[in-house]
């Protein structure tokens, strides 16, 4: 007879223990709930400790029989690391594009605690042991995805490769072919941007200190200009260069020299054959020139893509490409655009122009514009230098996956790669920004100021998430020292407007006005005054205001961003309880684009409003057309089913359906509109402590809520969770918050127009709410929501 099996000892890393026999994890003594693909992904990592696990190897583990698309994998981890909690980050590493390493120290056990065989949950299939990998495997891994140790590339003479940098001068171009101006020097800052250990110094550096030298901020940087620049702002070294016609042929000229005296470092001449080869050869000439000052040649092969390579062969797509970064870098990302498109139809192969589409389109919102160029960016990745690969990956992950775990994970890896550039602090920041954790935000943007004093973005990012913390005025500071600097990002308005919002500075907030009209973000600071009149309950002004921003952006060409303009107010009006107007402004909304902002608000509204044919129409549209979207699929459509529960009458699926998106409740996209629709489903449920607690996290986090970028419907949750809060109270017999509440709003709403339907329902129960108290606190019934 075949003895049994021996049961097999559970494995315990950090504070868990995973349970293979009865397919369980534990944390302490608490179970935490996984589903069995999820598990399966945990168990076999948990088998294969500290070693690189292959996406495909996974893949064909989890769905032997199966095709599955990568995005049920990417949705375990997502899953994965929410269980994991605040150890995910220790215990789990993505490595892009590769796979997943489980980086715990795994150890077997011993008999399992915890419920008994009766009450375990079966366990998937049996898989085989692997044999555990010793840690050190991990770091040898770890190295190559990496891509070397920087300790081990380090260079041999760095006494020029500290933080104070290399200032490239423009290149002196006495050909008569404009195509080389400006062009040659941002070729030579690509190649040599790609080294670790070397501190290019910035245009916007540059540009503010010619401003306090009393010049032109767009006035050429000379050898001579840069030599001045470079001694008031410690620089260094200053690289020179020219170019110049020999017949066919063209010579250039490269010199290096030492900013306080100059004294040089490096003179080399390169004659080239022809026009189209003039790029490669200053590459080569690039890389001799790190070599001289001390970079190791295992340093220079790894970080060396060719420049025709890294941008384009094309000097003309290269030129448009130029023009385009300095007007971005000036902050006027939108003119960057049709310069942006011009180098990619010169080069259809020019990654990084498709990346920089991507991230000016995602500045102005056009997020289905934003997808396609990061998609073709990706595709085209291995044409790019290390950092631009960065780059690239990231802005994919957030454009076209919504995968905040993975963008983080490619950010965090360009850090220690790049431990001198302020980018990936920045992106970071908009990632943790993203999903509420805005502490983590504003830590990684100060580092951004701090490694780039110039960079505007970077003082907007500080901004926004002190915004989000409710400390109004580091926000305030943050942004009039970009300001004071000429280095404010036009978009920065929306965040001075919000400041002042907050603080109930009307004259601040005009001036932002103001100061807005005529420029590509007039659009947006008209929707960012609707959302403030609708906040007070002026929704015939807001309305007013919607259809200038829409109308200004549609003839500005930007008509995604006027449909979540648009989507915004559809919201707002479901909300407040006019479904029939909501109904009316979705149709116009998904008139205007059928992107995801303007479906995935549109079918929010209609579900507020039990349209649920047409929500469910919509959300099986966002579905089938962007299957890789996490963000949608945790955050958006969970939002719009739960709101279709509660019209259904099923609060508690409600509530379930909510837990996808609670890790973004906070973020910057969903504003809190989780926990709006979480506190309404528990009233329903007859849990009102539970919705008196949703309702006030939206009380206590009013930055959350503010107009400061593109969100033009969140403010609106404020004066709604007053309302939940009034009737929540009113149902645990609270009688005396109720109208503390109920007054509150009524405050708020003093100018509010009176055909608004959650006024009338309010003014109704707060006269019985007085009656109630004057009655001695008889029972009284308090409606659901909003009369329809």
């Not at 990706?378 to 775990?405: C, H, K, M, P, Q």
Request: aromatic fraction near 8%; charged fraction near 25%; hydrophobic fraction near 40%.
């Amino acid at each position: 007879m075949t003895e049994p099996a021996k049961p097999r000892d559970p494995y315990s890393f950090g504070d868990f223990t995973l349970d293979v026999e009865r397919g369980t994890l534990w944390r302490g003594a608490e179970e935490v709930k996984l589903r069995p693909k999820v598990f399966e992904a945990l168990r076999y990592l948990v088998e294969n400790p500290d070693r690189l696990v292959p996406r495909d190897e996974l893949m064909k583990a989890l769905w032997p029989d199966s095709f599955v698309t990568d995005d049920s994998l990417v949705q375990c981890f997502v899953e994965l690391r929410r269980a994991l909690g605040d150890q995910a980050q220790a215990l789990l590493k993505t490595v892009p594009r590769r796979g997943y390493i489980f980086t715990a120290g795994v150890k077997e056990a011993g008999p399992p605690a915890g419920p008994g065989p009766e009450d375990a949950v079966a366990s998937p299939a049996p898989r085989p042991r692997r044999a555990v990998y010793a840690s050190v495997l991990v770091a040898v891994v770890a190295l190559a995805v990496l891509a070397y140790s920087l300790q081990a590339l380090r260079p041999s003479g760095a006494a020029l490769m500290g933080k104070d940098g290399i200032l490239i001068a423009d290149f002196a171009n006495t050909t008569g072919d404009d195509v080389f101006d400006g062009t040659l020097r941002q070729a030579m800052a690509v190649h040599l941007g790609q080294s670790p250990f070397l501190s290019i110094v910035s245009d916007e550096r540059v540009r503010e200190t010619l401003r306090y030298m009393g010049r032109s901020p767009d006035e050429p940087v000379t050898r001579e200009l840069a030599r001045e620049i470079a001694q008031r702002q410690g620089v260094a070294v200053v690289l020179a260069g020219s170019i110049a016609g020999l017949g066919s042929h063209y010579v250039i000229n490269l010199e290096a020299v030492g900013a306080a005296d100059g004294e040089a470092i490096l003179r080399e001449q390169v004659e080239v054959e022809s026009r189209e080869d003039v790029l490669r050869r200053l590459g080569e000439a690039s890389g001799r020139f790190r070599e001289t000052l001390g970079e190791s040649v295992a340093s220079i092969e790894k970080f060396a893509t060719p420049i025709e390579q890294a941008t384009t062969p094309s000097l003309e797509a290269f030129k448009a490409y130029d023009l385009g970064r300095r007007r971005h870098f000036k902050g006027e990302y939108y003119e960057a655009i049709p310069l942006y498109k011009r180098a990619v139809e010169l080069d259809p192969d020019f990654a990084i122009a498709y990346a920089a589409l991507a991230i000016t389109y995602g500045t102005a919102r056009e997020v289905d514009l934003a997808a396609q160029y990061s998609e073709r960016a990706f595709a085209l990745r291995e044409r790019v230098t290390e950092r631009e690969r960065f780059y690239i990956s990231n802005r994919y992950y957030v454009d076209v996956l919504g995968a905040t775990d993975e963008a983080i994970e490619v950010m965090e890896l360009w850090k220690q790669t790049y431990p001198r550039d302020f980018v990936p602090h920045t992106n970071l920041s908009a990632r943790y920004s993203a999903i509420g954790q805005h502490e983590r935000a504003l830590e990684e943007a100060r580092e951004g100021v701090r490694l780039n004093p110039d960079a505007g973005l970077a003082y907007v990012a500080v901004a926004q998430n002190a915004i989000c913390l409710d400390h109004y005025p580091d926000a305030r500071a943050a942004l009039e020292q970009a300001r004071t600097r000429n280095i404010l990002p036009t978009y920065g308005r929306y965040m001075l407007f919000g400041v002042a919002f907050l603080e109930g500075d009307a004259a601040a907030m005009q001036e932002q006005v103001a100061g807005a009209a005529g420029t590509p973000v007039e659009a947006g600071l008209l929707a960012n005054q609707s959302v403030v009149a609708a906040y007070a309950g002026q929704v015939r002004r807001a309305r007013e205001l919607t259809e200038r921003a829409i109308a200004l952006a549609v003839s500005q060409g930007f008509e995604e961003s006027a449909s979540l303009y648009s989507g915004g107010q559809a919201l707002w009006e479901a909300a407040y309880g006019d479904c029939r107007a909501a109904k009316r402004t979705a149709e116009r909304t998904l008139g205007l684009s059928r992107d995801r902002p303007a479906l995935s608000r549109s079918a929010l509204a209609l579900a507020l409003c039990g349209e649920t044919g047409a929500a469910e129409r919509l959300i099986d549209d966002m579905d089938r057309r962007f299957p890789h979207d996490l963000f949608l699929k945790t955050a958006w459509l969970p939002m719009a089913r739960s709101a279709l529960e509660i019209h259904r009458g099923q609060p508690d699926r409600a509530v379930e359906l909510l837990e996808a998106a609670q890790r973004t409740e906070f973020g910057t996209v969903t504003a809190l509109w989780p926990a709006y629709l979480r506190g309404r489903a528990h009233f329903d449920r007859g849990a009102p402590t539970e919705a008196l607690a949703e309702f006030q996290k939206i009380l206590d986090h009013k930055g959350v809520l503010a107009p400061k970028d593109f969100n033009p419907a969140a403010m609106i949750l404020y004066p709604l969770a007053q309302v939940g809060r009034a009737r929540a109270a009113a149902q645990v017999g609270d009688v005396a918050e109720s109208r503390r509440m109920y007054e509150s709003l009524l405050a708020l709403w003093e100018s509010a127009d009176e055909d608004v339907p959650v006024l009338r329902d309010v003014k109704r129960e707060h006269g019985q709410i007085i009656a109630r108290t004057e009655a001695g606190g008889r029972q009284l019934d308090v409606p659901t929501g909003p009369t329809r």
